[in-house]
């Protein structure tokens, strides 16, 4: 069997874990002859040379978000040009919000809808009937191998964060699904589903030993939508990672309705450097319309507590919430201001597929490889045009121009 795994082309870039997942599972698990499985990513290589290559095999999969959804289905679709027995499969976030739509495509195949390595497994081995695989989640997280990253080649983007940020950086998933429900976020939920499954805090810190040992990282990032979705997980990791003697620095989003005074404590004392927390609006009511399930209050004694402790702040704001005012606006704007954070996000809402705002209709008329969260040239609300959203995110990064994350740095 010939095989590639295909992380389409983006314009910024992270390390595929879940291609390195599918990966190791399928080296582990397939019975039969994996004489080539190959890894590309759009970001390093270019589409003519996966074109090339993938025409040859026999299998071809593609992970994708919204924005990867068009270049990843025109490659498909050269490919199935070239050679119509060659066999395309697709998932991630974007298939598994809307397969049927996918599905229709003349270059796909397959479809999976969630998580895709005994998905992609069953597929290989025949067991799958139709275009749509419905893969149920895992239970017990731990029964999965660790992501494979020679596969997916980690040393490439190891070197591009050194270059970039001046150390090694990589990424590790701890849990998969989330408990929250904010409408503008599918939170994971596509893939990973609502209920929060963790690793053991053995497992999560047997793959980090790993990264620091061969891979030689500087600073580690948990890829989790939010770490703090169990307390007594997050605990119990801070407290191992010191009886380990792991001292790699690292950072995670967090929850701000979950956090508290202690565990930013002993999150520092297990060398946590930074925390990113999704703060949205400062307006108490469109908090709670976008059921984001935090207060104000609540945001305010996070950043209070994790400057108290010596933890780096990064806080995430949104304009274009449905019925964000102009007075809401600013509301976000003076809470922004009180919390001092270290570094600043603005992002315009983009109703993405799988999120609570989405419509068919914007399938029928946005282009999703021109957007993302920090801009479109589509939404607006009732309050504002799409232009004045983009006047409010250019009036807070202004604000705030010398704390800008790395995405907004040099617009």
Not at 18 to 32: E, P, R, W
């Amino acid at each position: 069997m010939k095989i590639a795994l295909v992380r389409p082309k983006f314009k910024s870039v992270w390390e595929s874990l879940s291609l390195g997942y599918v990966a190791s599972y399928l080296k582990k698990h397939y019975k039969g002859d994996l004489e080539d499985l190959l890894f590309f990513d759009g970001y390093f290589d270019s589409d003519e040379k996966i074109l090339n290559t993938c025409v040859g095999l026999d299998f071809v999969g593609f992970s994708c978000t919204s924005p990867q959804m068009a270049g990843a289905l025109d490659l498909a679709c050269k490919i199935k040009t070239e050679n119509p027995a060659v066999k395309t499969v697709f998932g991630g976030h974007h298939p598994s919000s809307l397969p049927q739509q996918v599905a229709r495509s003349f270059c796909v195949d397959k479809v999976v809808v969630g998580e895709g390595e005994r998905a992609m497994l069953e597929i290989l081995e025949g067991k799958w009937v139709g275009k749509v695989a419905q893969s149920l989640p895992f239970e017990d997280l731990d029964e999965l191998p660790f992501p494979d990253r020679t596969f997916i080649e980690q040393e490439r983007t190891l070197k591009l964060t050194e270059k970039n940020d001046g150390e090694r950086i990589a990424s590790v998933l701890s849990g998969r699904g989330c408990p929250f429900h904010c409408i503008f976020c599918t939170g994971d939920r596509d893939v990973f589903g609502p209920k929060a499954r963790k690793r053991s805090v053995k497992n999560v810190l047997d793959e980090i030993e790993q990264l620091v040992d061969y891979w030689r990282i500087d600073f580690l990032k948990f890829a989790d939508a939010e770490i703090n979705t169990s307390i007594s997980w997050l605990k119990d990791f801070c407290n191992q990672k010191q009886i380990r003697k792991i001292t790699v620095p690292w950072g995670a989003n967090v929850h701000a309705r979950m956090m508290y005074q202690d565990v930013l404590y002993s999150m520092k004392t297990a060398n946590c450097r930074e925390i990113w927390v999704g703060v949205e609006s400062g307006s108490r009511r469109v908090l709670a319309e976008m059921n984001k399930g935090v207060t104000i209050e609540t945001i305010e004694n996070v950043f209070k507590w994790a400057r108290a402790c010596g933890i780096r702040t990064r806080a995430y704001f949104m304009t274009g919430f449905p019925t964000e005012t102009r007075e809401d606006f600013e509301d976000t704007l003076r809470l922004a201001e009180r919390l001092d954070a270290d570094v600043y996000g603005m992002t315009i809402l983009c109703p993405f597929p799988g999120t609570q705002l989405h419509s068919e209709i914007f399938d029928e008329t946005v282009d999703w490889s021109t957007t993302d969260e920090y801009t479109n040239d589509f939404w607006r609300t009732k309050h504002f045009t799409n232009e004045q959203l983009k006047q409010n995110q250019a009036e807070f990064m202004d604000r705030f121009k010398d704390r800008l994350c790395w995405r907004q740095k040099d617009d």
